[in-house]
């Protein structure tokens, strides 16, 4: 397993991969729409009149947007309003758990918090215990030598 500045190192190269995907898929598969330049500022009665004409009816819109859809090549065509909002959801929902990735890994990492001192006090606590546990290692294979000899004494005394 990497040490916690590379799994850090790679958590971010992770992120940085599924934001420009995220991107991508955002900008390739949005439902594009023509900008309309805004209202002059006219009188009310105007403005009424100038809503409607810039209204179209639903159907109408609905045509132009199937015809849209057709005009686009199959891998950038857009998804329907709730497929892309699922989509979107997904990719936010990803983001966020990488993120809490890279901040788990970064409360691990030794800080301010851990000085130097603490470290390397931590490092000869840690050697002792080695010393000891390679001492039981030491004894316990002594103990199997004397077992192996005892067992291989009554093997070799059957035979006879």
Request: hydrophobic share 30%; aromatic share 4%; proline share 7%.
């Amino acid at each position: 397993m990497a040490d916690r500045l590379t799994q850090l190192q790679d958590c971010y190269d992770q992120l940085a991969t599924q934001f420009y995907s995220s991107i991508r898929y955002i900008s390739a598969h949005h439902s594009s729409a023509p900008l309309l330049a805004p209202p002059l500022p006219t009188t009310h009665n105007n403005q009424n009149n100038s809503a409607s004409n810039h209204q179209s009816p639903p159907s109408q819109q609905q045509e132009q947007s199937d015809a849209d859809a057709a005009s686009y090549p199959p891998e950038q065509r857009p998804d329907s309003p709730a497929v892309f909002a699922a989509a979107q959801r997904e990719l936010a929902q990803d983001l966020l758990i990488k993120t809490k990735q890279i901040e788990y890994i970064i409360s691990v990492l030794p800080g301010v918090e851990n000085s130097q001192e603490k470290q390397e006090g931590r490092i000869k606590e840690l050697e002792i215990e080695l010393q000891g546990a390679l001492e039981e290692r030491k004894k316990a294979e002594q103990q199997r030598q004397i077992w192996l000899a005892k067992v291989e004494g009554i093997i070799g005394g059957v035979r006879r």
